[in-house]
Structure formats: C-alpha cells, structure tokens
C-alpha cells in the first residue's frame, strides 16, 4: 500500500501539472508523457503475447512505436479539431499500420491468427483509443449558449479521471466488505455486484458535483436539469469504467498474468493503472465529437 501511494502521488506530481498549466511546454510535456505511456501499453501487452515467441520479439518494438505515433496524431487531430483532415489522417494513419502487420504477419513464419488478432488489439487498445482519451487535454473549448455549458480538455480530462478514481475506489471498498455475490467470477473473481453497484452510484451522485466543482456548467439556472443529465452521464461514465476494469482482465487472464508489468510499483504496468480511463475516457471523447460536430 506504501508504495502504491508513493506511485499514486509520483504520478500526480508529473500529470497534473501538465494537464492544468496553460503553457506550451505543459502542452509539449504532456504529449511526450502520452507518447510514452501509449508506447509502454503497447509493449505491456505485446511482451506478454510474445515473450515466448523469439521470432516474433519485432512486434514488441514495431506495435509500441505505431502506438505511440497514432497517439500523436490523435493529439494532433484533437488540437485542430476545426479541420476534419487531421481526423482522416489519424484513420489513415491506423490502416496503414494494421496493414503493415498483416503483411509482416504473413512472412513471419511462427505467426498464426491469433498473433494477428492481439497484434491488432495491442495497436487499436494502446494506440487508437488510449491515444484519443490521451488527446483529450488538447480539445478546445466547448461552449453552449455562451455561458451554460463550458468544457476544455484540462476540464474533461480531469472530470473523466476523477470519476473513474471514485467508481474504483468505493467498488472496492463496499465489495471488499459487503460484496457476497460475484460480478464476474471466471474473469475477475474478487469484484462483486454489490461493489459494482456502489462504484456506479457514488460516481453518478459525485459526478454531479464534480460538474459544479470542474466549472462545466457555470449556471444555477434549470439546475433539476442539469442535476437529471449529470446523473445520467455519471452513470454511464461509471459503468464504462468498470467494462474497462473487467477487459483487462479479461486480457489478463487469457495471458495468464496477474499484472501486464511493473513500471507502477504498487499500480502495475500502464495498462493495469489506466485500464478503466481508457473505456470511460473514449466514451467521453465520443460525446464530445457528438456535441462538438452534431449539436452545436
């Protein structure tokens, strides 16, 4: 626990400043930062599917720099959200990769269609959509009639992490003393309904505050409103957190690992800390690319 909390604190101490400083080189910081844990995520799980496998150790280098280069163009695009090109080119870019791992994938003689397929995941999983929640710290301000609804990415990015920190934690802490009936218990047999019920209801509850303490909406007017929506939205944010937990370990478990690595003393690798942003993170960008381009 000492050194999860250590860890905890670490990161905090390199992140925040990073997400919440309005200068450019907080802006260029936290992209290498992403870069860095999108290139981590992509060898977590590439070394866990081919650390038995000699021939195909290249993956384990390719997989995490495509990872990382997808990233920085999904900041990129998120940065010059105005211009559609730069999201084509993100797309592009993705394709690209996934067919020079096919191609690479058919000369290498050891590979078979399972290599193929967690190639791919490893790419789309660390790549594309880490990559994107990542991008979030850079999207432009959002504002709906002027002064109701205000969201940037230092906000969103923030909003998003807290309440995936809250579901975690009281899912945790009310499974670990009250839960008795298993969630999901041929994929992660310590989590239970009863914590699962009261991660989603602290962070629907809690994310309404969060709304007012984050400055989202700067308005006591239609507050029933906003009250209902936040709830809602918390919600689900909350329940995508906790498919985000359940994937990677599901993950996990097809490999046999209690852990994806070890860069996190207490936390795990990258995947392991940040699994259930990643889930809650892109249903978030999702909303924000559906405001953003249908609503206003």
């Known amino acids: 626990m000492k050194k999860r909390i250590i860890t905890g604190g670490i990161m905090l101490g390199i992140l925040l ?6 200068h450019w080189i907080a802006e260029v910081g936290f992209c290498v930062v992403a870069m860095f844990m999108t290139f981590m995520g992509a ?3 590439t070394n866990a599917m081919y650390h038995e496998k000699p021939t195909l150790k290249i993956y ?6 495509m990872s990382s280069l997808l990233c920085f163009s999904a900041i990129n695009a998120t940065y010059n959200l105005s211009e559609v090109i730069y999201e084509l080119y993100t797309l592009l870019l993705y394709l690209a990769f996934v067919i020079i791992i096919l191609v690479m994938m058919i000369f290498t003689k050891e590979s078979d269609n399972l290599d193929i397929g967690n190639s791919i995941i490893a790419l789309t999983y660390s790549g594309l959509l880490f990559g994107h929640v990542l991008s979030l710290r850079y999207f432009e301000p959002v504002n709906i009639n002027n002064t109701f609804v205000y969201l940037n990415g230092r906000q969103s990015l923030m909003f998003v992490y807290t309440i995936v920190i809250i579901t975690d934690t009281f899912a945790y ?8 009936h298993k969630l999901s218990p041929h994929i992660s047999p310590n989590k239970s309904i ?3 019920i009261a991660g989603s209801i602290a962070g629907s509850i809690i994310g309404v505050g969060l709304i007012y303490l984050f400055r989202i909406v700067r308005t006591t007017d239609h507050i029933v409103l906003v009250i209902l929506i936040g709830l809602a939205f918390s919600l689900i944010l909350s329940i995508a ?3 985000g937990d359940l994937v990677e370990s599901k993950f996990k478990r097809s490999f046999d690992l209690k852990d ?3 860069i996190l003393p207490g936390h795990g690798g990258i995947l392991d800390r940040f699994d259930s942003l990643i889930f809650a993170g892109t249903v978030f960008y ?6 953003e381009k249908v609503i206003l």
């Open 241 to 243: 957190t906790q498919i």
């Open 43 to 45: 060898f977590e799980y």
């Open 260 to 262: 994806f690595g070890k």
């Open 60 to 65: 384990r280098i390719v997989i995490p720099i």
């Open 286 to 291: 999702i909303f924000l690319m559906v405001v």
């Open 17 to 22: 400043p990073l997400i919440i400083i309005r």
């Open 173 to 180: 802490l009310i499974g670990r003393k009250w839960g008795k």
């Open 194 to 196: 009863e914590g699962s």
